[in-house]
């Protein structure tokens, strides 16, 4: 594997100016949706099969030093996950990562089962009616493998979106946070920077202004599949019990044993 | 937030017939090498039953594809972690059983017979799995309803069965805790005690212990289990995705 890449959102730079779901839309041709009432600015309300970078639009009472309303911004996107659950799941395997480290889905190949959907910590994949087929984020494959940045980053004039090596990145990143602690912010902090963290880190990892449930993230994303033994044992288990029971009924039934 | 996958009915009834389907299987090969000359019928009834609604099954997931021409992409992987491709895999297995047990249910010679105990006491494995993997699968999933398996049970008109059922729904909702609001108290909440519990398991279970001497009164215990048992499924199904 090459190095592996990784975006780098700092959610203190956004301005919610929305360029970088703008130029994904571009660039990717995602094409036009109805706009969606969401109480706020924020459009859409989550990921859809046509919107893979989302600028989350936080009103947060109090959330400010002095108490004041704290208005937080996100551009939120797929994490590329380094045990990405959609991938687990894909059955077809449809979703395969690249030389880079990215999470991609090969739009030949899925058949659209949707078990990737549910299969999301965070909910980015999103079901195509028109393709029938499962649609998210591709770390602009096309561009990365062209020399170029993914679109979004390409497109932020805040450098809110950073894209390079993650090794990189991440040394960046922790300066970052030392220096908005510094500053007061003292929620500040990284969302899947750490490689020893949940879901062996995320190739799209975030600076964090307050607690990521704040955002709509989950505090300690699991993979789904983590129930899968378990679970097999109890329904062995279960198994052998009426197993049992549609034996017995039948040695009953038969009186003289087996063919009597 | 997780997002559902959006399975709806044909997933339902995909969930009921493969649990009917694992459970006729099942029966009929227990029938088969442990009851008597009586259960010979039995065997064989199970048998044929299976093979057409592991077919329908079949269908009714390629149908619920985005794709339904590519479902033989199933087939390019093997993911033994996975239910769904596990899954895939076993409809396609443990129809090649029911299609051969059937076949051999239709002969009368006894090497046969021999040979379809044998068959029989291996496809129980791929038919229980049928009927019990969907439940995996749904636990398996970013949605929040990861509580152990629990539902994807058989299906007999069999007291011992809805005994261990009645225990299992008791341990599911326990283990479920808050998460099994939506099922036991939510929108959900008149179907899954009425229907399931009160129609689907209590009624047939007081009916089955009066005794069934009076064969409409079986059939009728029988009839209702069945629905009991996709009730079952519609309300597990879509409440994880409500
Ligand atoms: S964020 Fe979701 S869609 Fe993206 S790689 Fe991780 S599991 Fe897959
Ligand atoms: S919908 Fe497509 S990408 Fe998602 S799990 Fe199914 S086959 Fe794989």
Redesign the interface.
């Known amino acids: 594997m090459v190095r592996t890449l990784a975006m780098f959102t700092d959610t203190s730079l956004c301005i919610g100016c929305r360029a970088c779901q703008v130029a994904c839309k571009q660039w990717n041709e995602l094409g036009l949706e109805v706009p969606e009432w969401t109480g706020g600015y924020q459009n859409h309300a989550?990921f859809t099969d046509k919107t893979y970078r989302l600028v989350r639009f936080i009103e947060e009472p109090g959330g400010k030093p002095n108490g004041d309303l704290a208005w937080l911004l996100m551009s939120d996107v797929c994490k590329h996950c380094a045990e990405a659950?959609c991938l687990?799941?894909?059955?077809?395997?449809?979703i395969y990562r690249t030389e880079y480290g990215t999470v991609n889905i090969n739009q030949d190949?899925?058949?659209?089962?949707?078990?990737c959907?549910?299969?999301?910590?965070?909910?980015v994949?999103?079901?195509?009616?028109s393709?029938?087929?499962?649609k998210k984020c591709t770390f602009c494959n096309d561009r990365i493998h062209n020399g170029l940045g993914p679109a979004c980053a390409k497109a932020c004039p805040t450098e809110s979106i950073q894209f390079g090596f993650r090794d990189e990145l991440v040394g960046k990143a922790a300066k970052r946070v030392e220096k908005l602690k510094a500053m007061g912010f003292k929620d500040a902090q990284l969302y899947g920077a750490d490689a020893k963290g949940f879901l062996g880190g995320l190739n799209a990892f975030f600076l964090l202004l307050a607690k990521p449930s704040t955002y709509?993230l989950p505090d300690n994303p699991r993979l789904?599949?983590?129930?899968?033994m378990?679970?097999?044992l109890?329904?062995i288990g279960?198994?052998l019990?009426?197993?049992?029971?549609?034996?017995?009924?039948?040695?009953e039934?038969?009186?003289?044993?087996?063919?009597? | 937030m997780p997002k559902p996958p959006h399975w709806e009915l044909m997933i339902v009834w995909y969930f009921f017939l493969g649990g009917i389907a694992g459970g006729a299987y099942f029966t009929a090969a227990i029938a088969d090498n442990f009851g008597g000359a009586r259960d010979r019928g039995v065997a064989r009834a199970g048998y044929l039953l299976s093979l057409p609604l592991v077919a329908v099954c079949g269908l009714l997931l390629i149908a619920d594809l985005g794709v339904p021409t590519r479902f033989l992409n199933m087939m390019r992987t093997l993911k033994v972690w996975d239910p769904m491709s596990i899954g895939a895999w076993i409809v396609g297995v443990f129809g090649l059983f029911t299609f051969v047990s059937s076949a051999l249910s239709l002969s009368s010679s006894p090497s046969h017979a021999a040979l379809r105990r044998k068959i029989g006491l291996v496809g129980i494995f791929f038919g229980f799995f049928l009927a019990s993997y969907t439940g995996v699968l749904l636990s398996n999933s970013a949605m929040p309803f990861s509580a152990g398996e629990g539902w994807g049970k058989l299906k007999h008109a069999d007291r011992y069965s809805m005994l261990v059922e009645l225990l299992l729904l008791a341990a599911l909702i326990a283990a479920l805790g808050a998460a099994a609001r939506p099922l036991v108290s939510g929108h959900f909440a008149t179907l899954f005690w009425g229907g399931l519990i009160g129609l689907g398991l209590l009624l047939p279970l007081a009916l089955d212990l009066l005794g069934t001497r009076a064969r409409a009164l079986g059939a009728l215990a029988a009839a209702l289990v069945l629905i009991g048992g996709f009730v079952l499924r519609y309300v597990v199904l879509m409440s994880v995705q409500a």
């Open positions: 989550h659950g687990d799941a894909c059955p077809t395997g449809a190949v899925c058949n659209g089962c949707r078990y959907v549910s299969s999301c910590p965070f909910g994949v999103s079901f195509n009616e393709t029938g087929t499962a709509d789904p599949q983590r129930n899968v378990v679970d097999s109890l329904s279960s198994a019990v009426v197993g049992l029971g549609v034996l017995l009924s039948f040695r039934r038969g009186k003289g044993g087996p063919h009597a």
